[in-house]
C-alpha cells in the first residue's frame, strides 16, 4: 500500500516509524462527508497488526495523533469515536471538550483504570472495553507465572544454560503445587478462569472479593469464599491478584498484608502494579517476609533498569504480557470496531461498560 501525507495517510502505523498513537476517521465507504472516529494504536509491543490496518481501512481513513493536534478545529468536530489501544491517548477533559460528537469511547483490554468514567459519562459519552478477549490468555499467564515461581523455572533456565557446569543440581528444589492453596483477590472473569484452571491442578482455592460469586460457581471450581482478607492472606501458599485498579484497591497489598502471608508464600500480580506497594514488596522479598513474587504487572512499566525487583533471584517479571497472543489481540482488534459501529449505527453497543449509582463499574 503507498504511503501518502496528510489527514489520511497511515504514517504513523508503518513500521520503521516513530511510536505514535494514529487517529482514524470513520469513513461509510463512498462518503465523502466523514463521521469521524479517533482510534490509537500504539507501534512496538503494543502494535495493531498490519492486516487490521487493512480491515480498519474498509471503513475509516486515518491520519496521525500529530495531524489531529495541529489541526484539531478541522477534525475534532467530526470525531464520533474513540479507539483506545495501549491505555493511550489520554483522555482528559480537553480530549473530551475538543471531541463534541463524540458517542463511545472503545478501550482495549478488561482494566479502566486509565479512564475517567465518571468524567466521561458526564459527557453523555459511552464506554466499551474487551473483557472476553483478554480473560483467558490473561488467566493462563497468572498460572504460567505461578507455576514458573513455585517451580523456578527461570533460574532453572539460567543455571542449565550457565557456560560453567559447576552449580547445575538435580538437587535443586521448588514448591509443590499440587495441593496447595490459591487464594485469588478479585474474582471477575480472569479470577474465575485462573479457579478453573486451578482446580485441574489440584489446589485448594480461596478468593476475595467485593461481591460472592453463586454457589454454584463456587462449587463448579471448588472455591471457597473469603470474606477477610487478612484470613485469605494468612492460609494462602500463592496468593494472586486479579481485582481491578480502583481508588479503594490501590496498594491493597502493602507491608501489613505481605506481613500476613506465609514466609513460604509466592504474590503473583497479573491485575496492576499499583495494586501492590512496591517498595513494601521489594523489602519482603528481600528479608524473607515472602518466598517470592512472580509480576505480569509492575508501577511504572517498563521499571527503570535500576529498580531492585530486576536484581532479585526470587522475582519472575513478564512484561505486562496477559493478553499478548495473536487471537486475543486479533479479537481485542474486532471487538473494539463491533463496539464503535454498533454505537453510530444506534445498536445495542457489545461490551458496554455500565457504571453503578456511586460510579463504580456495573
Ligand atoms: O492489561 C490488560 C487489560 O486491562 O486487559
Known sequence: MKETSGPHSRAGLLPGRPTEIVLLFLQAMGDQDLPGVLVSGLEGPHGICEDHIGDLQK???LVTL???LENNTRFGPKVQAVYIWGGKPAV????LQSLPSLKIIASAGAGLDHLDLKLIASCGVKVANTPQAVSSPTADMGMALLLAAARRVVEGHRLAIAPDTENFSTNWMGQEVTGATLGII?????GYKIAQRAKAFEMKILYHNRKRRKLEEEEAVGATYCESLDDLLRRSDFVLLAV???PQTQRLIGKRELNLMKPTAILVNVGRGLLVDQDALVQALQTGVIKGAALDVTHPEPLPR???LLKLENVTLTPHAGSATHQARRQMME???ASIL???HGLPIPNEVRLNWDNSVA
Request: hydrophobic residues 35%; charged residues 15%.
Open 59 to 61: 471503513h475509516f481513513t
Open 66 to 68: 500529530q495531524e489531529f
Open 92 to 95: 482528559t477533559r480537553e480530549l
Open 186 to 190: 478479585g474474582m471477575g472473569s480472569i
Open 244 to 246: 481491578s485498579l480502583t
Open 306 to 308: 535500576d529498580h531492585p
Open 335 to 337: 471487538n473494539l470496531v
Open 342 to 344: 454498533a454505537s453510530l
